[in-house]
């Protein structure tokens, strides 16, 4: 069994930061790209940002300059710093990766229950 399990939402001001963290556990054997996504109240889950293992990144427009995602590889976490927060970034944030578990040769995809972020102006 694999778990991912999100940590660090909450509700704060405009203007102010927060640092999601999101560890995967069990048996993996490898994890590839993680990322969050979100989903606003009333639409569709969207990309946030990704990693690969190897430390690229790619960012959603609304969210460059501000966010900053990294990985912690030998802990298999992803984290994601929300600076700058505004409230159209109000969402339930979700982690997600792609990993290969213990004797499995093919990668799939898992997602955590999510965590919820509330901005107030």
Request: contains cysteine; proline residues 4%; charged residues 15%.
């Amino acid at each position: 069994q694999v778990q991912l399990v999100e940590s660090g939402g909450g509700l704060v001001q405009a203007g102010e930061s927060l640092r999601l963290s999101c560890a995967a556990s069990g048996s993996i054997f490898s994890v590839d790209v993680m990322g969050w996504y979100r989903q606003p109240p009333g639409k569709q889950r969207e990309l946030v940002a990704t990693i690969t293992r190897g430390g690229s990144t790619n960012y959603a427009d609304s969210v460059k300059e501000r966010f900053t995602i990294s990985r912690d590889n030998a802990k298999n976490t992803v984290y994601l710093q929300m600076n700058s927060l505004k409230p159209e970034d109000t969402a339930v944030y979700y982690c997600n990766a792609n990993l290969k578990r213990a004797g499995i040769p093919v990668a799939s995809n898992y997602w955590g229950p999510g965590t919820q972020v509330t901005v107030s102006s």
